[in-house]
């Protein structure tokens, strides 16, 4: 039994904050019924991401809330707080935290206090000061994000199909992905193909007609997969008249035009930016030790090294990898990861909370699966190279089994087989961005902005 009454806090609804939580709320019911422990989950969304599926519901062949866990029905029996935390002080085990609640009292921030602190903010996009790229850059690390780039092609096609002014439809037709890793090459392919898909019903818009630019500032993509692997997507990406810049950078997206290194240029009204993540900031608003690039420093038993009572995993955690053979090699910081080193962190919070000796995290990497499109992918797994069909359908077998509570596995399963047997879903709610834009207009306002959507 536990020692004595506990609140344990969890930052982060992500992929740690989720599987720690799950994980405790197995190992500690009894005692959470009891009330001997108290688990508080802080979160920005009520909901975990399932990231590798936001690719597929760009394209439209997931629903976007099949993407999403909600946090509130599978942690029943933990407190889910939706706010987020600004600064914490571990050393008086306080946190402060922003809610929709301080928000509108409008009486600041609120402290909260722990015992057992599990940080996991996870981490954010990664940014360069490239000019215009705040202004005309679209990400890809949410839902909602993945929603609105696939209203936005589908209405670039409108607008292109509409116009017949020929500089509007080659940036409306043009679509540039800055990034060559998973977000980036999957995102692309999927959205290619959807958009190659949707032009048979456009009378005057062609797949031809469409350029789509792949820029990576390394000279390959996909590294995750291998070499050979990677050299593979960069050809069946060419085949498919993709135009893939490798050792190429972005200059400038200013104007709407896109500048590359290699001195070409490229109007556009579609800049997807996807060039890597970045520590989440909070990390840098605790007394907790953090090492070069902003990640805190862990053990292998997943505590934040020479501090009690705090543990972290995941993008915000530096982890040593226990597999490794050379020293100071750190854990990558992925889903893969993410997944096993939660239940580690939960089985370990338990064994601390009774006294127990602490276990090691040791998880020898087992590969990576990506997908290039509707039955077409790359992996590496276990030392075995798989291309195409095999390797597209180990991709979605994979993600299947990992997708968190039956009730995801099961909806997820159904979308996908109901797609196989009928057409694409080709239609743009970007209104949905703005969703009182009519109404304002009806009573007489002035909508602040354009409610056609992210055109």
């Known amino acids: 039994m536990v020692k004595e009454r506990a609140r344990i806090l969890i930052v982060g609804g992500g992929y740690v904050g989720l599987y720690t939580a799950l994980r405790l709320q197995r190992r500690l019911k009894q005692e959470l019924k009891s009330g001997a422990i108290e688990i508080v989950v802080v979160s920005p969304d009520p909901y975990m991401t ?5 690719p597929e519901a760009a394209a439209g062949s997931i629903s976007p809330r099949h993407v999403v866990v909600p946090l509130r029905r599978v942690l029943d029996l933990c407190k889910v707080v939706i706010g987020e935390a600004t600064a914490i002080d571990h050393a008086k085990r306080t946190a402060t935290l922003t809610t929709l ?13 722990y015992d057992e602190l599990v940080l996991a903010p996870g981490s954010v996009s990664r ?18 994000e993945a929603i609105g780039l696939r209203n936005h092609v589908i209405e670039q096609m409108d607008i292109a199909s509409s116009t017949r002014d020929p500089a509007i439809r080659d940036a409306a037709l043009t679509f540039v992905f800055v990034g060559g890793g998973y977000a980036g090459v999957e995102a692309l392919a999927e ?9 048979r019903y456009y009378h005057n818009v062609k797949r031809e007609d469409m350029k789509w630019i792949l820029v990576e500032a390394t000279g390959r ?16 990406l060419r085949r498919r008249n993709i135009d893939v810049r490798l050792e190429t950078r972005i200059e400038s997206c200013a104007d709407r035009v896109a500048v590359l290194s290699d001195g070409s240029r490229f109007p556009t009204r579609t800049f997807v930016w996807t060039a890597g993540v970045k520590p989440h900031p909070v990390l ?10 902003g990640r805190l420093q862990c053990t292998a038993q997943l505590t934040v090294e020479g501090t009690e009572h705090a543990w972290s995993a995941g993008d915000a955690a530096a982890v040593p990898d226990a597999t490794a053979k050379e020293p100071g090699k750190e854990c990558a910081p992925n889903a893969q990861h993410a997944v096993r080193q939660a239940k580690a962190l ?6 601390a909370l009774r006294g127990e000796p602490q276990e090691t995290y040791a998880h020898k990497y087992a590969g990576s699966v990506a997908s290039l499109g509707l039955h077409k992918g790359v992996a590496h797994v276990y030392g075995r190279k798989l291309k195409g069909y095999p390797a597209w359908f180990m991709h979605r077998v994979y993600h299947l089994s990992r997708v968190p509570t039956f009730n995801r596995k099961a909806r997820v399963l159904a979308e996908w087989t109901l797609s196989g047997l009928f057409k694409r879903e080709i239609v743009s709610l970007g209104s949905l961005e703005h969703p009182r834009a009519e109404f304002e207009l009806a009573a007489g306002g002035k909508p602040s902005q354009d409610p056609k959507g992210s055109s």
């Open 346 to 351: 939960g089985d370990n919070i338990v064994h």
């Open 191 to 199: 959205l290619e193909d959807m958009a190659r898909y949707t032009a």
């Open 127 to 144: 940014t360069l000061p490239i000019p215009g790229l705040a202004e005309h850059g679209i990400g890809f690390k949410t839902v909602e």
């Open 284 to 293: 840098a608003a605790t007394d907790l030790p953090l090492n070069e690039r």
């Open 101 to 113: 609640a301080t928000e509108e009292e409008g009486a600041g921030a609120e402290q909260i206090t």
């Open 50 to 54: 399932y990231q590798p599926f936001l």
């Open 221 to 236: 993509i996909l590294p995750e997969v291998g070499e050979e692997m990677g050299k593979y997507a960069v050809t069946e």
